[in-house]
């Protein structure tokens, strides 16, 4: 990954969120007043210069006075204990077992683990569950990879329907040389994809998207000062890059096609893993859309721990269902009133600040402080991570654990190695907490 964060980088100061006497478990806290009122002061403009040989943030024990935003991986709340989020490939730590779709079999409910994955639209929730099914379950068959293709197409064709959108919308003109006319464009525009009875994908629409992609005004508009007014999912570059081997006959979806392809996520889906100890970890991924969020109301009794995951990547970008909302700004009001609510009580939090290379590449172009004011880090990827970490971490004011991870939850290895170290140090602790163990 292009990104650089490591222990070092996250030991500089760092805004208050909180006094010692709001590092209380939640369940103290919701028996007792509130001490002291929580500081938010502005986050510190001084860090260390990144490295080059990290990809996530680093975890270490935070004292019982908590002065920044702790370390990715290590408990905000009263369990002080360190985790590790990295995407090295070394030292993949236990196996969480096996993983398969509830509905089969019986369980022991007392030994029941009910994980709840949060997170707003596009945010990489059901990547996340992909990973588990290669960690777990021997990936994907043929037969499965193929079910993607229909998907993959259609991220394909929305793609060309973005660039020429934008293109119309900035007045972007077509080349003289480009060997397309404007009723090419409208070919696209008009185009509707028929879902899984599309077999093969047009070779005429492949022509005019692999010629709309190559101009350099598309290219300019990805990179100028437009980059940042339109929607374009975070994984076009990769498919239309790759248009030929994707238009090829008897294309089967890649692994890796299948963790960058976009597929909305409608309902509440049930996965199941299985623990070496033979505790079954129940994982509830709803859609994260608004229109989707009345439904996770039926998934909250008795929850042990939610995975929470963010787009870093999405500060410049707006709502697909509400253009006057950002999305990171969206994120943050989720979030909020995830961790405090009475529902979660008893719940330890992850946070999963996904799409780091995303993020890593975005901020060197796109300023972080053009969408949040007050951040003033610059271009600094660290600053930048700590910065957003920290916007998110003095939310939680139920003083619930959190655990951070910055990921890229693309990379497999970088997955494995997180779950492997939620695992050891939370899952445990969770149990107990919640009278499981």
């Known amino acids: 990954m292009g990104s650089c964060i490591s222990k ?9 969120t909180g006094s010692p006497a709001t ?3 939640a369940r103290e806290s919701r028996g007792s007043q509130k001490t002291g009122e929580k500081e938010q002061n502005e986050p510190s403009k001084a860090s260390a210069a990144p490295k080059t040989d990290s990809s996530a943030l680093e975890g270490r024990k935070q004292n019982s006075n908590l002065t920044k935003p702790p370390a990715a991986g290590a408990a905000t709340g009263k369990r002080q204990q360190s985790v590790v989020s990295t995407n090295s490939a070394q030292s993949t730590g236990p196996s969480l077992g096996s993983l398969s779709k509830s509905g089969g079999g019986s369980t022991d409910s007392s030994k029941a683990l009910k994980v709840l994955l949060l997170g707003s639209g596009e945010s990489g929730k059901s990547t996340v569950l992909q990973q588990l099914k290669i960690i777990h379950q021997n990936g994907f068959s043929p037969e499965e ?7 993959i197409y259609d991220n394909i ?3 060309g329907k973005d660039l020429v959108n ?3 919308r900035f007045e972007v003109p077509l080349e003289a040389d480009s060997g397309l006319q404007e009723d090419d464009l409208q070919v696209i525009l008009n185009y509707n994809t028929p879902g899984s009875q599309l077999a093969e994908f047009p070779t005429s629409l492949i022509d005019i998207l692999a010629k709309i992609w190559s101009l350099r005004s598309t290219q300019d508009l990805l990179t100028g000062k437009h980059r940042s007014s339109f929607y374009l999912m975070d994984s076009a570059r990769y498919f239309m890059d790759d248009l030929q081997r994707i238009a090829n006959v008897g294309y089967t979806p890649t692994v890796r096609d299948v963790l960058l392809s976009r597929k909305k996520t409608s309902g509440i889906f049930d996965t199941v893993v299985e623990m070496d100890t033979n505790l079954k970890l129940h994982i509830y991924d709803v859609g994260g859309q608004r229109s989707e969020r009345k439904k996770w109301i039926h998934c909250f009794d008795n929850v042990t721990l939610i995975i929470f995951c963010v787009s870093l990547s999405e500060y410049d970008q707006t709502l697909l269902e509400d253009k006057s909302q950002n999305r990171l700004e969206e994120s943050l009001i989720l979030f909020d009133s ?3 609510s009475r529902w979660f009580a ?5 946070l999963f600040l996904n799409k780091i290379d995303v993020f890593a590449e975005k901020v060197q172009h ?8 007050d951040y003033a880090g610059g271009k600094d990827i660290n600053k930048a991570a700590k910065y957003i970490l920290w916007r998110f971490v003095q939310l939680n004011r139920a003083h619930l654990n959190i655990y951070p991870h910055v990921t890229q939850a693309t990379d497999t290895s970088n997955i494995k190695l997180v779950f492997a170290a939620i695992k050891e140090t939370i899952l445990e602790n969770s149990l107990k907490d919640s009278g499981v163990l």
């Open 8 to 16: 070092s980088d996250v030991d500089g100061p760092q805004a208050a």
């Open 23 to 25: 590092r209380r478990s």
């Open 145 to 151: 990879l193929a079910e993607y293709r229909p998907f």
């Open 157 to 159: 064709v929305e793609t």
């Open 166 to 168: 934008a293109r119309i």
């Open 338 to 340: 995830v961790v405090n």
């Open 346 to 350: 008893r719940a330890s939090v992850v």
């Open 366 to 373: 796109v300023p972080l402080e053009n969408y949040f004011a």
